[in-house]
């Protein structure tokens, strides 16, 4: 039996920060203090999932700020691969999918990088290139609660205009007996093996340990999970949209090319989990904790490069349909064209570490202390392999098609029409059958530059990008317990970090070893590497050849041949970001009345000094080499945050919550990079300026907002409530490419080797200013249907509505459209749950938005994401639950997600026809089961 009402003690060392507790400890040691209740409440007996609700509502109802909570149940029993799956189900909250998985978690309409994730309160490094948490790296399995902070306090860590999401660790002291649980689950995609080299089934696995020792001094928590997760994907690519005429000269979108696929991918993931807690006396308490993540996300793609409009092929206007009501070409023929024939293979490896040490102490009654030390760092590789085929080497060789296309009026991509056999070995051979190898210092290699092959020895690419990012923090708090009608305690505190992200990018050419001048043509795939084929019906292309790329690589069938010899993108690419960040903080906890009516909260201000830099490099392509030189800026600067949180209880179920802060989100480290391409003109330009500099720009500093929040909450039941919420942030300081003036004093013309009497240049990149507003309201409910009838317990509903707005402008007083930002939120979770049958089906929608998603060369690209409505369900049975004391411990589900197959899809312009991205994951299904002792 559980009792919800925490001691006034507890609510003043969680509002402090001084003491961290994930929900699920929350409630187990709340289960110890009944006697030390202030008054009486209701004893709940209840377990499983409608627990974790009643303890995830009470986290919610009790904190000092406005929160939206998890608790392990929430986390370990809805069908989810990652915690994104679960975070995406809170009121306000949404995920954008990677690779079918949700990923990138926004809050109240503000994309992921606008943002904080800390880890036990901790901030947390990224296998991203920049601050956004990519979720899917951390396992559901071994988390005890989540807590999202929508409002901050001066104690928070994490900085984030909208928020902050904290992931938390079981406490084994807080635990009434010990744990051992094993999970297995079986998992599958609805799709068959799209590739033959390919699984459609894996497997997860989890072992957990949770004890206390030495008269509950000394507790242990361990868990080990591993996850071998399969995903599969028919997609839909285009290049872009070029605009035609026909004969009426009327203007007209056609196809300029696609690159459709079908990929397979396998997320190998290894998490090892620590907890040690050690507790010699009452007032004396420590906590160390370790998580270690080995991660591998596989990908194996296979596809045509159909160049249309902008290939080798005629169209003729007899040929095409000219659709005047969608000013859109909507079928065409091409004749006499050439496709690539792609066989890829991506390969992401991140190993993530992170330690944090908590010492508290408490002096006497009056004064305690905290001591909190953490180390992160993730490494991360990618290896991206793209292998070309086809008919003949280089433009305008080898057997050409006439393709044609059409479009069925929806967004899903095109069909497509052939007349050749693309399974054919004898008719698709290795090489680049289109002359895109431009490099200068590929056509010298191979002594092509004037001949007839110039430009064609570019039969693959190798993009092998590289980040580390490594995060130290120190914490020191104090907190004075006060005796008096308006604050019941003050936290004074400082805190130290230093973080320092690389990113390290190159390139290579990649061409068939036996290729030459004597030898120019196409190489027939050796027998031992031929797969058989992967079938494209789905875009009416049929069966293609699929081959082992990895193992002709391996085997020395490519030579590689850096791009960065002549090509200066992947200097801009390669940097490194430090800062620096001080902060100190106080926060007094409100606790008085006012008019008879209890009011809690907090009052607190945060001042945050930064130092950053960034080393990279700066370079010049002459006579087309590209020289470099290292280059080194910083920059500082510093922002007062208050914030006051406030809760006055109208009676004992009904809350009015206020709050006001100001906050910040950083610059994107990419965005902050010192990498420039610098160029000198003896003649000035229209500015005045002989320098030209693009690239980073070091000098970023965050963006602001002053946010308020109003929520009215009624906890009508022990396991029901409702809210309604306003919310108003003012935003400025948004970051935009522009220009802005640089001084490079002392800098030499790298033509002539002087140093030019005008210092000044132009530089563009990003920088700050614009500024706007965001508002909206969110409407959530718990409704369990026993305040119906009694006959109807086990039955409920969770529900939550969001809707935003937004009022922006850039540096150039143009509108603007927030990333992230979707203007209606919904989820709804409908359950069962009594005599051990669970019974649960859930729903999470956002409407369209702009985001991000990889590019050429893994750069981040900016879209127009379609809103999208997600439908995941699951059955399960707990044997314990239902009576069957010798199973006591023993539960199994049936779990499946993305039930209707909805797709993944984002435009290219205002015409929805003209589909980008048309990503059809299909359905995945888990059975699985758990054994706790």
């Known amino acids: 039996m559980l009792n919800f009402k925490p001691s006034k003690l507890t609510v003043a060392l969680l509002s402090s920060g001084l003491l961290s507790m994930s929900s699920i400890a929350f409630a187990a040691e709340d289960a110890t203090t009944t006697e030390q209740a202030?008054?009486?409440?209701?004893?709940?007996?209840?377990?499983?999932?409608?627990?974790?609700?009643?303890?995830?509502?009470?986290?919610?109802?009790?904190?000092?700020?406005?929160?939206?909570?998890?608790?392990?149940?929430?986390?370990?029993?809805?069908?989810?691969?990652?915690?994104?799956?679960?975070?995406?189900?809170?009121?306000?909250?949404?995920?954008?999918?990677?690779d079918g998985r949700a990923s990138k978690v926004s809050i109240r309409g503000f994309g992921e990088n606008e943002s904080a994730t800390t880890f036990n309160g901790r901030e947390q490094v990224s296998i991203g290139d920049n601050r956004g948490v990519e979720f899917d790296l951390y396992p559901s399995?071994?988390?005890?609660?989540?807590?999202?902070?929508?409002?901050?306090?001066?104690?928070?860590?994490?900085?984030?205009?909208?928020?902050?999401?904290?992931?938390?660790?079981?406490?084994?002291?807080?635990?009434?007996?010990?744990?051992?649980?094993?999970?297995?689950?079986?998992?599958?995609?609805?799709?068959?093996?799209?590739?033959?080299?390919?699984?459609?089934?894996?497997?997860?696995?989890?072992?957990?340990?949770?004890?206390?020792?030495?008269?509950?001094?000394?507790?242990?928590?361990?868990?080990?999970?591993?996850?071998?997760?399969?995903?599969?994907?028919?997609?839909?690519?285009?290049?872009g949209y070029p605009?035609?005429?026909?004969?009426?000269?009327?203007?007209?979108?056609?196809?300029?090319?696609?690159?459709?696929?079908?990929?397979?991918?396998?997320?190998?993931?290894?998490?090892?989990?620590?907890?040690?807690?050690?507790a010699p006396t009452d007032d004396l308490h420590f906590t160390f904790d370790a998580l270690y993540i080995d991660y591998r996300d596989e990908k194996i793609l296979r596809g045509i490069e159909v160049p249309?409009?902008?290939?080798?092929?005629?169209?003729?206007?007899?040929?095409?349909?000219?659709?005047?009501?969608?000013?859109?070409?909507?079928?065409?023929?091409?004749?006499?064209?050439?496709?690539?024939?792609?066989?890829?293979?991506?390969?992401?490896?991140?190993?993530?570490?992170?330690?944090?040490?908590?010492?508290?102490?408490?002096?006497?009654?009056?004064?305690?202390?905290?001591?909190?030390?953490?180390?992160?760092?993730?490494?991360?590789?990618?290896?991206?392999?793209?292998?070309?085929?086809?008919?003949?080497?280089?433009?305008?060789?080898?057997?050409?098609?006439?393709?044609?296309y059409t479009f069925d009026g929806g967004n899903t991509g095109a069909q497509f029409s052939h007349e050749l056999d693309y399974s054919d070995f004898n008719l698709i051979q290795l090489g680049g059958p289109l002359s895109w190898g431009w490099s200068s210092a590929l056509n010298e290699k191979y002594g092509i530059t004037g001949t007839e092959y110039e430009n064609q020895a570019q039969d693959g690419f190798l993009n092998t990008p590289s980040i580390d990012d490594e995060l130290t923090a120190l914490k020191f708090a104090a907190?004075?317990?006060?005796?008096?009608?308006?604050?019941?305690?003050?936290?004074?505190?400082?805190?130290?970090?230093?973080?320092?992200?690389?990113?390290?990018?190159?390139?290579?050419?990649?061409?068939?070893?036996?290729?030459?001048?004597?030898?120019?043509?196409?190489?027939s795939v050796p027998e031992e590497y031929r797969l058989g084929s992967a079938n494209l019906d789905f875009i009416g292309m049929g069966d293609m050849i699929a081959y082992d790329v990895r193992g002709l690589m391996k085997d020395g069938y490519y030579d590689l041949l850096s791009e960065k010899l002549t090509g200066a993108q992947h200097q801009t690419k390669s940097w490194t970001v430090k800062e620096?960040?001080?902060?100190?903080?106080?926060?007094?906890?409100?606790?008085?009345?006012?008019?008879?009516?209890?009011?809690?909260?907090?009052?607190?201000?945060?001042?945050?000094?930064?130092?950053?830099?960034?080393?990279?490099?700066?370079?010049?392509?002459?006579?087309?080499?590209?020289?470099?030189?290292?280059t080194d800026i910083s920059h500082d600067y510093s922002h007062l945050l208050p914030s006051l949180n406030l809760s006055l209880a109208i009676d004992d179920s009904q809350t009015i919550r206020f709050g006001a802060a100001k906050t910040i989100s950083r610059a994107q480290q990419s965005d902050m990079n010192a990498s420039v391409q610098t160029t000198y003109s003896e003649i000035p330009n229209n500015e005045g300026y002989n320098w030209t500099v693009s690239g980073g720009n070091p000098e970023l500093e965050p963006k602001e907002a002053f946010g308020l929040d109003l929520t009215y909450s009624n906890y009508y039941s022990a396991e029901g409530y409702f809210s309604v919420a306003l919310f108003h942030k003012d935003l400025s300081q948004w970051i935009f490419n522009g220009t802005y003036e640089i001084d490079l004093t002392g800098v030499a013309d790298p033509i002539s080797g002087e140093i030019p009497e005008n210092p000044k240049g132009s530089g563009s990149g990003q920088v700050n200013g614009g500024d706007g507003s965001l508002w909206g309201y969110e409407l959530s409910v718990a409704l369990p249907f026993n305040v119906f009838s009694d006959s109807l317990d086990g039955f409920g509903l969770i529900a939550s509505y969001t809707g935003v707005e937004s009022d922006f402008k850039d540096q150039n007083g143009n509108d603007y459209e927030l990333p992230g930002l979707s203007e209606n939120i919904a989820n709804v979770t409908a359950y069962y749950e009594k005599h051990g049958l669970q019974i649960r089906a859930s729903m999470r929608h956002r409407g369209d938005f702009k985001g991000d998603v990889y590019g050429i060369g893994f750069d981040s690209q900016q879209v127009d994401i379609l809103g999208e409505t997600i439908i995941d369900a699951q059955i399960g049975y707990d044997f314990g639950e239902a009576g069957f004391k010798s199973l006591e411990g023993l539960s199994i589900f049936l779990q499946a997600y993305n039930l209707t197959e909805e797709p993944f899809t984002t435009l290219s312009g205002d015409n929805s026809l003209q589909v980008r991205d048309y990503q059809d994951y299909g359905r995945t299904y888990l059975l699985g089961f758990s054994y706790k002792l």
């Open 38 to 98: 202030d008054e009486e409440v209701e004893v709940i007996e209840v377990t499983g999932f409608r627990r974790s609700l009643i303890e995830s509502m009470n986290v919610k109802r009790y904190s000092s700020s406005v929160v939206e909570a998890l608790s392990a149940e929430d986390i370990g029993k809805l069908p989810d691969s990652s915690i994104a799956e679960s975070i995406a189900r809170l009121p306000g909250l949404t995920a954008q999918r990677l």
């Open 141 to 239: 399995e071994i988390m005890s609660g989540v807590t999202v902070y929508k409002t901050p306090d001066a104690t928070i860590e994490g900085e984030g205009i909208a928020g902050v999401v904290d992931l938390q660790t079981v406490r084994p002291l807080s635990l009434n007996d010990r744990v051992i649980q094993f999970n297995g689950t079986y998992e599958e995609t609805s799709f068959d093996e799209l590739n033959p080299d390919a699984d459609n089934n894996g497997f997860r696995g989890t072992f957990s340990y949770m004890d206390k020792f030495a008269d509950d001094t000394v507790g242990v928590a361990i868990a080990i999970s591993t996850m071998s997760s399969p995903n599969q994907e028919k997609r839909w690519n285009a290049w």
């Open 243 to 278: 605009e035609v005429s026909n004969d009426s000269g009327e203007s007209f979108s056609i196809l300029g090319g696609a690159k459709p696929f079908v990929r397979s991918s396998m997320l190998e993931r290894d998490t090892v989990m620590g907890v040690l807690e050690f």
């Open 308 to 404: 249309f409009a902008w290939g080798q092929g005629s169209i003729s206007a007899d040929n095409a349909t000219f659709d005047p009501e969608t000013g859109f070409v909507t079928s065409a023929l091409t004749e006499g064209q050439r496709v690539v024939v792609r066989n890829d293979y991506e390969e992401k490896e991140a190993e993530l570490t992170s330690f944090g040490f908590n010492g508290e102490y408490d002096v006497n009654d009056n004064w305690s202390l905290e001591f909190d030390a953490s180390y992160s760092k993730v490494e991360r590789q990618i290896w991206s392999l793209e292998s070309y085929a086809g008919t003949g080497r280089g433009d305008s060789r080898g057997v050409a098609d006439n393709i044609g």
């Open 479 to 523: 907190t004075q317990a006060l005796d008096n009608e308006y604050v019941s305690a003050i936290t004074y505190g400082v805190s130290y970090k230093e973080r320092e992200k690389t990113k390290f990018s190159d390139g290579d050419y990649m061409t068939v070893s036996s290729f030459s001048l004597e030898n120019p043509g196409m190489l």
């Open 580 to 630: 620096e960040i001080l902060a100190l903080f106080v926060k007094a906890d409100i606790d008085m009345e006012v008019g008879g009516y209890p009011l809690t909260g907090n009052v607190g201000v945060r001042y945050v000094q930064t130092d950053q830099s960034s080393q990279g490099s700066a370079f010049n392509p002459a006579d087309g080499v590209v020289a470099t030189s290292p």
